[in-house]
């Protein structure tokens, strides 16, 4: 009976991210709301909406001279995490110097992915320690005191972290892709002084890099894993777990599109809408040794030639996992390695309230407060390299891979020759 139950789980699992997937293909296309806004019923959204959250990309200029306009006015523009003097990223480092200098001996290369997209599970809202709220730095989905968007099905108990997603794909130098607008409940008109933080749960950070700054198709696009399902299957083989870099290859009947565009984040844009059922992927962890990928020996499906049957394949064998220290991780806050991965991840952004402005039907005011988060990807990969070509290239360049000794070591070892990625730089206001 048990492992009857294990079959259908996994079933509903294999349902779950069907339906998922079209959601994050209808929402990369930008050309339907209301196609959107079904689908986000469909995977749990309940009650309708009456706002909105907008992610904008931005660089790391426009978030300091946003910061700088922002730091006095009333609108609670804030940094994630909060820091008072400088940009922060998401994991806690200073996002305009990143790099470790010339000491070890290499010389610091970056790179800014060209696109990134945000798969955003769950939204809600925190109110003020004095009004009842969670002390800030102990906020959990638990202590929360509103939803404004969860993603989810009751049919489907496969995990209750970031089983669904909605993707939120921007992309910089077109303003019809470098922001996106979410649909979420409104906060209560009755009270809506009380909130003062919004708190975040994403599945991944997904980024897209540009063939001209990294030739290696099997890097095309990089996620940075947050909040992974427990889906429940066991064993001893490797799987994905918050912390963890993966990369994302495209079976070999999709598209050949996807390999040097972001189609995946904007497919409407690239393909007819018959093309965009026409593919598949999967995705592969990454050897911090080698820069390869890592494979679990005796799966079909997951075993040595996984890397290889794609339309974006590795170029060098793959690795046998053994290990949890094999794996290629991404610089993420301290709190990232020690929390339960089946407790949801937070990310927590201040927030000011607006003010009811937009007539309802009828003729009352309604609260349509929006929600609004600034994004700067820039510089977010870092690698020590003295081959001087500036070109990421870890499986055929020798020089462009990490001689850490784990992907723990790699993070905080600045004597190695470092390959990290980091997390976006995000700042937080009300609208």
């Known amino acids: 009976m048990k492992q009857n139950k294990t079959k259908g789980n996994a079933l509903k699992a294999i349902s779950l991210l069907t339906l998922t997937f079209f959601l994050l293909i209808d929402c990369g296309s930008k050309k339907n709301d209301e196609t959107v806004n079904n689908l986000l019923l469909a995977l749990g959204m309940s009650g309708g909406f009456g706002s ?27 940094m994630l995490p909060h820091a008072a003097t400088q940009l922060t990223d998401l994991g806690g480092d200073d996002s305009e110097n990143y790099g470790d200098g010339a000491g070890d001996g290499f010389t610091d290369n970056f790179l800014t992915p060209a696109a990134v997209s945000m798969e955003v599970c769950q939204l809600v ?49 077109d303003t ?90 904007f497919p ?3 393909l007819s809408p018959e ?23 005796g799966n079909m499906y997951s075993g040595a030639n996984s890397g290889f049957n794609a339309i974006n394949p590795f170029e060098i064998p793959g690795t046998a996992f053994t290990s949890e220290t094999q794996k290629l991780k991404f610089k993420g806050p301290a709190t990232l390695s020690t929390q339960d991965e089946k407790v949801p991840y937070v990310l927590v952004v201040d927030f000011t309230p607006g003010t009811p402005e937009t ?24 690698w020590d390299s003295n081959d001087g ?32 990625f980091h997390l976006p730089t995000v700042l937080g206001s009300s609208q």
């Open 176 to 265: 019809t892709k470098n922001n996106y607008q979410l649909p979420i409940m409104a906060l209560p008109e009755d009270g809506m002084e009380q909130y003062d933080r919004i708190g975040i749960v994403m599945r991944s950070f997904s980024y897209y890099f540009d063939p001209a700054d990294l030739t290696e198709n099997a890097y095309r696009y990089v996620d940075l894993m947050l909040n992974v399902p427990q889906l429940p299957f066991t064993g001893p083989n490797m799987v994905s777990k918050r912390g963890d870099v993966a990369v994302k290859l495209f079976g070999i009947d999709s598209n050949p599109i996807y390999a040097t565009t972001p189609a995946m984040f």
């Open 52 to 78: 909105t959250a907008e992610f904008r990309l931005t660089n790391t200029t426009g978030l300091n001279n946003a910061r700088i306009a922002h730091a006095r006015s009333k609108q609670g523009y804030r």
């Open 125 to 173: 809202a925190y109110k003020s320690v004095a009004n009842g709220g969670p002390a800030r730095g102990a906020e959990t989905l638990e202590n929360a005191n509103f939803s404004l968007m969860k993603l989810t099905s009751p049919s489907m108990e496969v995990s209750q972290v970031c089983s669904a997603f909605a993707s939120i794909p921007l992309e910089g130098g």
């Open 359 to 382: 007539p309802g039907e009828n003729g009352e005011s309604e609260t349509k407060t929006k929600l609004a988060f600034d994004v700067s990807v820039d510089n977010v990969l870092f």
């Open 275 to 297: 093309e965009m059922s026409l593919f598949s992927f999967s995705e592969l962890l990454i050897d911090i040794a080698t820069g390869g990928f890592l494979y679990n020996s």
């Open 268 to 270: 409407g844009l690239y």
């Open 389 to 420: 070509n500036g070109v990421y290239s870890p499986q055929t360049n020798v020089a462009d891979r990490s001689n850490a000794t784990s992907g723990v070591d790699n993070l905080t070892n600045s004597a190695r020759k470092n390959v990290i």
